[in-house]
């Protein structure tokens, strides 16, 4: 099977193993061998290029408004799938004009592809296409699980809303009063207040993030639910993380430190908890022993192959 995603990212073609930023969307296209196409090439494709597409929508849509993506994608793909982008309504920010193309480019799509369960509900409901999930993967061939374990508590997020970085920060201190044991990941959106109140890694390639992760000894994640690459990065290292119950890799992975939405007083209980070493370990292996069973490359990819063979 041919199959191809396409989206703003600007390299072109299949992604080798050894690849030094394996995020999300590069790790999809490496498992399942796909050909990667940066959307303004899509229009030097032959036609029927690939059997099924899988297309990412960027954020900013403005420039597309006017192009003829979708009939430049049905003549390259026999089948065209697109996976959500960022939560499930992030795309309702955008001004009236990219939201009506971006609804009117759902409904022509033969399958939309999800993050979470709830996601599959809302564009379901929304769209009344079918709606399948495309789970977070690690291609890990190259990274050396947790085999030190640190003190430090890791904030997967700054302090805007959407990450909740404001929250994570005061459930952290629960595990450790002192605020140099806590720190926190660098986005686009981090405040530069941010810098005064505690430590931050800097921007860095995925290679290098998932193996300084290794040296932390909890996650805490409270924010918005979409690809759950930090709590699945966790559970990799089998480090326990705490966040809510709408991200699938939380949930399904990290049973023992999960709470639901807005619940704050139990993921402050539970970061005390975690300090009791037999409570620890129990996490630890849960999470290592459910990243295998759920979210292992092999299951992804028989996943996925399940999926389109039934479009």
Same mark, same amino acid.
Request: hydrophobic fraction near 35%; charged fraction near 25%.
């Given at each position: 099977?041919?199959?191809?995603?396409?989206?703003?990212?600007?390299?072109?073609?299949?992604?080798?193993?050894?690849?030094?930023?394996?995020?999300?969307?590069?790790?999809?296209?490496?498992?399942?061998?796909?050909?990667?196409?940066?959307?303004?090439?899509?229009?030097? %494709? @032959?036609? &029927?290029?690939?059997?099924? $597409? #899988?297309? *990412?929508?960027?954020?900013?849509?403005?420039?597309?408004?006017?192009?003829?993506?979708?009939?430049?994608?049905?003549?390259?793909?026999?089948?065209?799938?697109?996976?959500?982008?960022?939560?499930?309504?992030?795309?309702?920010?955008?001004?009236?004009?990219?939201?009506?193309?971006?609804?009117?480019?759902?409904?022509?799509?033969?399958?939309?592809?999800?993050?979470?369960?709830?996601?599959?509900?809302?564009?379901?409901?929304?769209?009344?296409?079918?709606?399948?999930?495309?789970?977070?993967?690690?291609?890990?061939?190259?990274? %050396? @699980?947790? &085999?030190?374990?640190?003190? $430090? #508590?890791? *904030?997967?997020?700054?302090?805007?809303?959407?990450?909740?970085?404001?929250?994570?920060?005061?459930?952290?201190?629960?595990?450790?009063?002192?605020?140099?044991?806590?720190?926190?990941?660098?986005?686009?959106?981090?405040?530069?207040?941010?810098?005064?109140?505690?430590?931050?890694?800097?921007?860095?390639?995925?290679?290098?993030?998932?193996?300084?992760?290794?040296?932390?000894?909890?996650?805490?994640?409270?924010?918005?639910?979409?690809?759950?690459?930090?709590?699945?990065?966790?559970?990799?290292?089998?480090?326990?993380?705490?966040?809510?119950? &709408?991200?699938?890799?939380?949930?399904?992975?990290?049973?023992?430190?999960?709470?639901?939405?807005?619940?704050?007083?139990?993921?402050?209980?539970?970061?005390?908890?975690?300090?009791?070493?037999?409570?620890?370990?129990?996490?630890?292996?849960?999470?290592?022993?459910?990243?295998?069973?759920?979210?292992?490359?092999?299951?992804?990819?028989?996943?996925?192959?399940?999926?389109?063979?039934?479009?």
């Amino acid at each position: 099977m041919k199959i191809g995603f396409f989206s703003e990212a600007g390299y072109e073609g299949k992604v080798p193993r050894n690849h030094p930023n394996m995020r999300t969307d590069v790790a999809w296209v490496c498992a399942l061998d796909a050909y990667h196409c940066p959307l303004p090439m899509i229009e030097k %494709l @032959p036609d &029927n290029s690939f059997d099924v $597409g #899988v297309m *990412i929508i960027p954020k900013k849509r403005e420039h597309l408004v006017y192009y003829p993506l979708l009939e430049h994608y049905r003549r390259v793909c026999k089948k065209v799938t697109v996976m959500q982008e960022s939560y499930y309504n992030y795309w309702q920010d955008s001004s009236i004009t990219e939201q009506v193309w971006y609804f009117n480019f759902l409904v022509e799509m033969d399958l939309i592809f999800c993050h979470n369960d709830i996601d599959l509900k809302y564009y379901a409901g929304l769209t009344n296409v079918r709606t399948e999930l495309l789970p977070t993967v690690m291609i890990t061939d190259n990274v %050396l @699980p947790r &085999n030190e374990w640190g003190d $430090g #508590v890791i *904030i997967g997020g700054n302090w805007v809303k959407d990450y909740g970085g404001f929250d994570s920060f005061q459930v952290g201190l629960e595990i450790t009063d002192n605020p140099d044991d806590i720190t926190a990941i660098t986005t686009g959106r981090m405040k530069s207040e941010e810098n005064d109140l505690f430590k931050h890694l800097p921007w860095m390639y995925w290679s290098e993030w998932i193996n300084v992760l290794s040296q932390y000894h909890v996650g805490v994640q409270l924010g918005t639910a979409a690809a759950g690459t930090f709590n699945l990065n966790c559970s990799f290292h089998g480090i326990p993380c705490i966040a809510y119950s &709408n991200s699938n890799t939380q949930r399904i992975l990290h049973p023992h430190t999960t709470v639901e939405l807005g619940d704050i007083e139990k993921a402050k209980y539970i970061a005390r908890e975690l300090k009791d070493d037999d409570f620890y370990k129990l996490c630890m292996e849960t999470t290592q022993e459910r990243y295998e069973k759920y979210y292992s490359e092999k299951v992804f990819v028989e996943h996925f192959h399940k999926v389109v063979n039934s479009l």
